[in-house]
């Protein structure tokens, strides 16, 4: 969910001029539950970007407040609270955090306070309960490298895309793992884009890979790079199929937004 918050404010006084001060701040998360690569417990992982065009920075720099909510239908709720500082080049801020959890339902919050506590937005949503079928994927994470942000999981830097939009002319780098009761050489992985029109997915694919690699028993982690500058919509549906043999398919889908151009990263102006 995208909040946006705004105040205006302008002093007047003669002879001396104030011009307005325009506080715009907007924070994006997105929580994406996961195993730990080595005991296979439940973990999350919160990726997220503040927009900070407009405060004005004292000394120029301008201090945030991060705070994490995280509050399971069952066990105690969480609170992680931790304090940024975004120097004068940066529009944008991000971070990411990995933490255990139970993997039932829960629900999660991000809230970012920018300069002053006034000035805060809040980014909130649900985390439904980890599947138990046998075999199963993980939430897909889709990176983008441009925005030159990675969390290191198990032993692999992973990708991310906290604006939640991928450039068309980078690489789309797709992460996600696998819990296997098998280990097999021979598994099939299939990667299909579909175009979103007005909110539903055309049956028609726009782009379709199979890859045969193979899978552990317990936790596996997979990368995939796709090209997609050939691709002209904006909004589409990745649905991967994870393909032991005919009686072990397991199926995970997102979405994601392909922009044009350059985009400014998280570190600087661009």
């Known amino acids: 969910m995208l909040l946006e918050a705004a105040l205006l404010f302008q002093i007047v006084s003669r002879p001396t001029i104030v011009a307005p001060a325009v506080y715009r701040t907007r924070v ?3 929580v994406f539950r996961l195993w730990d690569p080595a005991s296979g417990d439940p973990m999350r992982l919160a990726a997220w970007s503040v927009a900070v065009d407009g405060f004005w920075r004292r000394n120029d720099s301008l201090p945030m407040e991060v705070s994490h909510r995280f509050s399971p239908r069952a066990g105690p709720r969480s609170e992680h609270t ?8 940066r529009r944008h801020v991000a971070g990411a955090d990995l933490a255990p959890y139970s993997g039932e339902r829960a629900e999660w919050s991000l809230r970012v306070k920018v300069d002053r506590p006034s000035h805060g937005t809040e980014a909130k ?16 994470v889709v990176g983008d490298t441009a925005q030159q942000l990675v969390v290191t999981i198990g032993q692999q830097e992973v ?38 029109t007005g909110g539903v997915p055309v049956e028609d694919e726009e782009l379709r890979i199979g890859v045969v690699g193979r899978l552990d028993e317990g936790i596996t982690a ?3 790079i796709l ?7 904006d909004h589409y549906e990745l649905e991967i199929q994870v393909e032991v043999d005919t009686a072990r398919v397991a199926r995970g889908t997102t979405s994601l937004h392909l922009i044009q151009g350059e985009q400014r990263t998280v570190n600087g102006e661009r």
């Open 222 to 224: 997979v990368e995939q």
């Open 159 to 196: 990708v991310l895309a906290p604006r939640q939009a991928i450039r068309r002319d980078s690489p789309l780098v797709i992460y996600f793992q696998v819990r296997s009761p098998i280990a097999s050489d021979s598994t099939r992985f299939t990667y299909q884009l579909r175009r979103i």
């Open 227 to 233: 090209g997609v500058s050939q691709l002209t919509g």
């Open 125 to 140: 949503g649900t985390l439904e309960a980890l599947t138990q079928e046998p075999l199963a994927l993980s939430d897909i």
């Open 28 to 30: 994006i998360a997105e």
């Open 82 to 89: 931790r304090r940024e500082v975004a120097s004068a080049k």
